[in-house]
C-alpha cells in the first residue's frame, strides 16, 4: 500500500509506528485522493478491457463457439 507516493513501511518508519494498525490511524482520505483512486482503476480497468478486445480474449472465444 502506498500513501502520498511513499510505501506505509516508510511512512511507519518516519512516524516512528511499529504497525501497520497503528499507522492506519493517522491516515485521511480526502475527497480529491478518492477521485485520484477511482481514476487509476478506471485507467486499469479500461486498459485491461482494451487488451483482450484486441486480442480476442476469453470472453470473445465463448461467444463464438456458443453460436
Do not use: C, F
Amino acid at each position: 500500500m502506498q500513501v502520498t507516493g511513499n510505501p506505509l513501511k516508510d511512512l511507519m518508519v518516519r512516524a516512528g509506528q511499529s504497525s501497520q494498525k497503528a499507522a492506519m490511524i493517522y491516515q485521511h482520505s480526502d475527497d480529491e485522493r478518492q477521485r485520484e483512486v477511482a481514476a487509476g482503476l478506471d485507467g486499469m480497468v479500461r486498459s485491461e478491457r482494451a487488451k483482450h478486445h484486441k486480442d480476442g480474449g476469453p470472453h470473445h472465444q465463448q461467444e463464438s463457439s456458443a453460436g
